[in-house]
Nanobody, 129 residues
Framework: QVQLVESGGGLVQAGGSLRLSCAAS????????MAWFRQAPGKEREFVAA????????DYADSVKGRFTISRDNAKNTMYLQMNSLKPEDTAVYYC??????????????????????WGQGTQVTVSS
């Protein structure tokens, strides 16, 4: 049974930092491109960041570029999202997602729009002003 479990969310003041984790089990993690999405109340889910299977290529939404860093540790089957300089508009439920790829020859930007194979249950991030 495949599971993606997010953790690390919470309440933080504007300007603060949080690190989210996404622990994967039941799959060959190193064969999956991974991404973070978020959904704020009353809004559609939006892309935040993505990383390829080996972690050598990343992509970010313009709204988080320069503040967030996505990374992964394939030995630990875990993906991370380091979030710095948080803003109230970052408040949302953050979800991790995984997409199987048999090869790595794809443009990283396609991870913004592909249909993901697996999703986590989400973790709440609240940024107070």
């Amino acid at each position: 049974q495949v599971q993606l479990v997010e953790s690390g969310g919470g309440l933080v003041q504007a300007g603060g930092s949080l690190r989210l984790s996404c622990a994967a089990s039941g799959l060959t993690f190193s064969r999956y491109a991974m991404a973070w999405f978020r959904q704020a109340p009353g809004k559609e889910r939006e892309f935040v960041a993505a990383i390829n299977q080996r972690g050598g290529s990343t992509d970010y939404a313009d709204s988080v570029k320069g503040r967030f860093t996505i990374s992964r540790d394939n030995a630990k089957n875990t993906m991370y999202l380091q979030m710095n300089s948080l803003k109230p508009e970052d408040t949302a439920v953050y979800y991790c997602a995984g997409k199987f790829y048999s090869a790595s020859g794809y443009l990283i930007h396609i991870l913004r729009d592909v249909k993901y194979d697996y999703w986590g249950q989400g973790t709440q991030v609240t940024v107070s002003s």
